[in-house]
């Protein structure tokens, strides 16, 4: 086979005109199928692209966005869960205002979580699956295995659920620790000086009582708090539940340990049930409780004690009698030093919380939208809005009520601006804090 440009016999051989045409016309049909492969390929991989975006787009369409830090979402079902968790099976969640303010509570929970576990990844702060499996048995140690699985069922829970936010609740534990609890000091001048501004209460002049309590209420309290998440909610679930927990303690559990997984007393509950000193004439007013605390010596349980509040058992934990103590009275200053640390701690853990969160990019659209609602009467005709809706429907009643204003007291533009300006201060107010939260503040008109 020769080839055009082959050689034969050392010279090279001239083409013809035709084949050379033949060649071109099938140089341009080459070209013109490369071009159009190119363009198939190019569409097939637009195709993809568009695909895979409208995909990723559409995944989180379904779940509706309640709550944004540093633009990860916090979803409703996520508030929802946590929701459930409180509220006893088959307890009144009450009004549908009472249940949404739970539920704001719960997402301002949620906000300050997730900026402790940001601040706490970068930190590097981590927990052990070790650290996780302990703390979840310390949980299931009261059940049986079945229990404890019907009571994660009740909440709406399963395992996964619950090692997670186990997890999480230790990483937070472990950053508090770190960045505030470690680097606490309370000195003896600041315990000297505590004494003399509270010399008082060390004069006793009358009998005082150390009690702890255990409480069960008839009615669900939304600031109530126990590790076990476990809580009443209705007249005869509180004294089985009370029966129950006393039943415990007549076995030889932990009073303090029963009272932080079963108690609803928001107050005293996460302290073991510690009440602190009361003195005996504080206990006038409930003549069945101080009788109850009279029996009692040091270390005893009372039997189950009924009240208009609901149920308690009291553990009589000491006793003083009237006398005055001395600053030098050991126990004096080691209580004083709990005191302080105790009260230090807790200002340094708000302030460390509100801290970052100024830091951090956050929207509560939740909040949002609870305020637009009690202005713009949509809080019912439009749950799933958008934050941009909002703002569309705010600035559509503005000029609504402008209008209003212009037809009712025939006012002129300008004074129909300043009167404007003076309507909904509480809004204002609250669209520039949100502004503030997202990081661009702008403008507002009459603000």
Known sequence: MSFPCSHRGGEPTRPRAGQTLRALKALRALGRLLVLDLRVLGLLILGLVTLLTGCARQAPSDREVWAEVDGKPIYHDQVDKYYHTRMAPGSDPGSEEQALSLKLNILNELISKQILLAHASHSQITVSEAEVDTKIAQLESPYSKQEFQKKLGEQGLDRSDLEQQVRESLIVEKLINKEISARLTVSDGEIAGYYERNRGSFNVSETQYHLAQIEVTPAADPQARNL????????????????????????????????????????????????????????????????????????????????????????????????????????????????????????????????????????????????????????????????????????????????????????????????????????????????????????????
């Open 228 to 447: 076990k998440n476990d809580y009443a909610g209705s007249p005869a679930a509180a004294q089985r539940k009370i029966e129950k927990v006393y039943a415990r303690l007549r076995a030889g559990a932990d009073f303090a340990l029963v009272a932080q997984e079963y108690s609803e007393d928001a107050k005293t509950a996460s302290g073991g049930g510690d009440m602190g000193f009361i003195p005996a004439s504080a206990l006038e007013s409930n003549p069945q409780l101080k009788r109850a605390v009279g029996s009692l010596k040091v270390g005893e349980v009372s039997p189950v004690i009924q009240t208009r509040e609901g149920f308690h058992i009291v553990k009589l934990l000491g006793r003083e009698d009237p006398a005055r103590h001395p600053l030098s009275d050991p126990q004096i200053q080691s209580a004083i030093r709990r005191t302080l640390t105790s009260e230090k701690e807790e200002l340094l853990k708000a302030a460390y919380i509100e801290d970052l969160r100024n830091r951090a990019k956050v929207v509560n659209y939740l909040a949002q939208k609870i305020v637009a609602g009690k202005t713009l009467n949509l809080a019912r005709q439009g749950r799933n809005q958008t934050g941009r809706e909002w703002q569309v429907a705010w600035g559509k009643w503005q000029a609504k009520k402008s209008s209003r204003l212009a037809t009712k007291f025939r006012l002129s533009s300008t004074e129909r601006a300043e009167h404007l300006r003076d309507l909904s201060v509480e809004a204002l107010e609250v669209r520039k804090r949100a502004r503030r939260a997202r990081g661009r503040v702008t403008p507002v008109a009459g603000a």
